[in-house]
């Protein structure tokens, strides 16, 4: 699933959230980038593999697998995902094995050998925003991730619990996907009326 020669990865990359709970991942590298991934892949409740001829002590947590050993093609057996945190070299070996096996890897600071593009973040009430650049202005993300958190309300957890209990209410209803957005507009609107009002 490499890109085409020339193409923009913003343009034809798919955005999606993925679910890693109880799934095997791996993470190649050792080193501090390595350690801030971890934590975003231990939080999602992936199964964590970090392989690495040295391995930093903010990689060694609780339910984290740690192989002290170069990257061999077969620790990619089984896994769902992987991020390659090491050198470009690393990174591009890591890369080719993935690619064979079908396995997304998502690349730090290395776009070419990426075919999964991690963004900015914001997490708040119950909702997640990303923000990719396509791995091409990893920096510009963390700015426009800054961004959009100051924007979004305090309370976005009301608007998140009402929206699923509507959600439910209209399934069993069976109201049809494209005359929800409307619904959900004025019931936020009502809900805000009765807020503020005295």
Known sequence: MREAAGASPVTNAYPAFLRLADRR????GGGRVAAG????????????????????IDLERPGVDLLRRPFEEADLDGRWFVVAAATPEVNQRVARAAETRHIFVNAVDDPEAAT????????KGGVTLAISTGG???????????????????????????AERLRARWREERVPIGARRPLLLRALDELYATRSSP
């Open 37 to 56: 991934k971890l934590t975003g892949l231990l939080e999602a409740g992936a199964r964590v593999t970090v392989v690495a001829p040295r391995i930093a």
């Open 136 to 162: 091409r202005a990893p920096a510009l993300a963390g700015l426009l991730r800054e961004a959009l958190e100051s924007l979004l309300p305090e309370d976005l957890g009301v608007w998140t619990v009402a």
């Open 116 to 123: 999964a593009y991690l963004g900015g973040v914001v997490r």
């Open 25 to 28: 991942v791996l993470l190649a």
